[in-house]
């Protein structure tokens, strides 16, 4: 009797009791055990099968099985590395990320919320707001800042008082602290506050936002 395999189908009433349902059409270990304990049950007695054909499927059972544990064992390895890796991402808490660029999007409402980093306080200073081309658009004076992350709107007028064009724009600050020292600072440089995971990914709290860690530029010390 021939033991045949269903792909995709479903089996129906008219089909034998030996045929095997495989909608995936993947034969695993215990498949091919199936098939040789099949084989040797409808034999023909007269005719035995041959025993080097046993000894060679048995041969092939025993590279399959080996062959699964192999792939059980690398995904254990490597969702061991995974965990291993956000572990040490923990370790970033405290330092300095900074995301490669100081862009803000401006879109057609008018306004947009920022995000500046100061790593001192600030006595004064002034707030830069450029376009792509490097073109002055806002200037905003500040003074008396506490340092850490302050939180700004600008509300897409120029310095003319006319609404800017939608787009994409960069933000910067230069001050002086009540020392005296000059100090720099921009959009897209935050401390990492803290780290939180979302199927599997690590998100970093910068400033009001969370970021993926792959948009992140580079990673360093205060």
Same mark, same amino acid.
């Given at each position: 009797?021939?033991?045949?395999?269903?792909? /995709?189908?479903?089996?129906?009433?008219?089909?034998?009791?030996?045929?095997?349902?495989?909608?995936?059409?993947?034969?695993?270990?215990?498949?091919?055990?199936?098939?040789?304990?099949?084989?040797?049950?409808?034999?023909?007695?007269?005719?035995?099968?041959?025993?080097?054909?046993?000894?060679?499927?048995?041969?092939?059972?025993?590279?399959?099985?080996?062959?699964?544990?192999?792939?059980?064992?690398?995904?254990? *390895?490597?969702?061991?590395?995974?965990?291993?890796?956000?572990?040490?991402? *923990?370790?970033?808490?405290?330092?300095?990320?900074?995301?490669?660029?100081?862009?803000?999007?401006?879109?057609?409402? /008018?306004?947009?919320?920022?995000?500046?980093?100061?790593?001192?306080?600030?006595?004064? /200073?002034?707030?830069? *707001?450029?376009?792509?081309?490097?073109?002055?658009?806002?200037?905003?004076?500040?003074?008396?800042?506490?340092?850490?992350?302050?939180?700004?709107?600008?509300?897409?007028t120029d310095d003319n008082g006319e609404?800017?064009?939608?787009?994409?724009?960069?933000?910067?600050?230069?001050?002086?602290?009540?020392?005296?020292?000059?100090?720099?600072?921009?959009? /897209?440089?935050?401390?990492?506050?803290?780290?939180?995971?979302?199927?599997?990914?690590?998100?970093?709290?910068?400033?009001?936002?969370?970021?993926?860690?792959?948009?992140?530029?580079?990673?360093?010390?205060?």
């Open positions: 009797m021939d033991v045949t395999t269903t792909y /995709g189908t479903t089996p129906t009433a008219t089909e034998t009791t030996d045929t095997v349902y495989n909608p995936d059409g993947v034969l695993g270990k215990d498949d091919f055990l199936q098939l040789l304990i099949t084989e040797l049950k409808y034999q023909d007695p007269t005719d035995p099968m041959d025993s080097d054909k046993i000894l060679t499927q048995t041969s092939q059972l025993a590279t399959l099985e080996a062959q699964t544990n192999t792939n059980e064992t690398m995904e254990r *390895i490597s969702e061991t590395f995974k965990s291993y890796s956000q572990f040490n991402t *923990i370790g970033a808490i405290g330092n300095l990320a900074d995301l490669g660029n100081s862009d803000i999007r401006l879109d057609e409402t /008018g306004s947009v919320y920022f995000d500046l980093y100061l790593p001192s306080d600030a006595a004064s /200073g002034i707030l830069q *707001i450029t376009d792509s081309s490097g073109n002055v658009v806002k200037t905003v004076g500040i003074e008396d800042l506490s340092a850490g992350v302050q939180s700004f709107e600008w509300d897409g609404k800017a064009e939608a787009g994409v724009y960069q933000v910067s600050m230069s001050y002086t602290t009540p020392e005296g020292e000059e100090q720099y600072t921009r959009v /897209g440089v935050y401390p990492i506050e803290s780290i939180r995971f979302e199927d599997g990914e690590a998100l970093l709290k910068l400033g009001s936002s969370y970021v993926p860690m792959t948009q992140v530029k580079e990673v360093y010390g205060e």
